[in-house]
């Protein structure tokens, strides 16, 4: 749908990517997000076929384009797009046979377009993705965990939030190898939270809570991202039995890889 007055659509990047460069170029815009659709390199997701050349082709010249153009270009590889067949295959991110096919994904992406792009994104806002798809279905893949109103949340949406640790530490790690001109940027994820102040700032009950909040909403990524493990808040109150673990090498991978730069999306608090 388009605003009254504006043909077509106003978000068609993938088709439009020529247009928005001229108006970008008007603006003087210097860098510019977008994102991957996983589903056109790997129409089946599975990460042992080979790429699809036309999609590697096309973001090759859209890109290329936008670098020459003196534009930065920062890429999310994941933005709640998962390919149906691995949905219907085996559960999508709440199984973690998908680390490996979102991981293959990634090291094509990264290794074809790299020399393009600065800045990759693996995720983005993770905890909306895994929450909001396989806990309480209002994103795809719309499943609707009944344990998801329970104090331990959704089993499926604990799972599929590890997934998304495990395969962020592996690209990590691949990208940290790849030579330039591919390699040599910044890996990170784009994470979102509202912000929380105490009700009363000397109750330390209400620092706590606000604090707890807070750890729930980004720290669940972002604290496996930048300190290797989940928050102790939420270890405190997820069961090991719905939580799952951050072993010590998967530990040791985040840690080794932490990302330099912190990226955040804020709506609305």
């Known amino acids: 749908l388009s605003p009254p007055g504006f043909p077509g659509s106003p978000v068609d990047a993938y088709n439009r990517w020529r247009d928005d460069l001229a108006v970008m170029q008007r603006l003087g815009v210097k860098h510019y997000r977008t994102s991957l659709a996983w589903g056109r390199l790997f129409p089946d997701g599975d990460g042992t076929k080979p790429p699809n050349a036309a999609a590697i082709k096309h973001y090759k ?30 559960g ?15 090291k094509a992406a990264m290794t074809e377009l790299g020399p393009y792009v600065r800045t990759w994104l693996t ?3 993770p905890k909306n993705a895994c929450f909001l798809g396989w ?44 030579p330039a001109p591919a390699g040599g940027g910044k890996v990170g ?33 972002a604290d496996p991202l930048y300190k290797g493990d ?13 939580l799952p673990p951050i072993s010590e090498s998967l530990r040791r991978d985040l840690l080794a890889h932490k990302p330099t730069t912190f990226w955040i999306n804020h709506s609305t608090t």
């Not at 270009?73 to 295959?89: G, K, N, S």
């Open 61 to 90: 010249a859209w890109f290329k384009a936008y670098k020459e153009a003196g534009i930065d270009i920062l890429v999310t590889l994941y933005h709640f797009d998962m390919p149906q067949a691995l949905q219907d295959r085996y």
């Open 92 to 106: 999508g991110w709440a199984d973690e046979r998908v680390v490996a096919d979102f991981t293959a994904y990634a």
């Open 123 to 125: 995720f983005n806002e």
């Open 135 to 178: 806990s309480t279905g209002i994103f795809a893949p719309f499943v609707k965990d009944p344990a998801a109103q329970t104090p331990a949340g959704s089993a499926a949406g604990w799972r599929c939030m590890h997934s998304m640790v495990a395969s962020h530490a592996a690209i990590a790690k691949f990208y940290a190898t790849l």
């Open 189 to 221: 994820a784009a994470l979102d939270t509202e912000w929380t102040i105490p009700l009363n700032a000397s109750s330390p009950d209400d620092v706590e809570a606000a604090q707890r909040y807070i750890d729930f909403r980004l720290g669940i990524f």
């Open 230 to 242: 989940w928050p102790a808040s939420v270890k405190a109150r997820i069961p090991p039995s719905v």
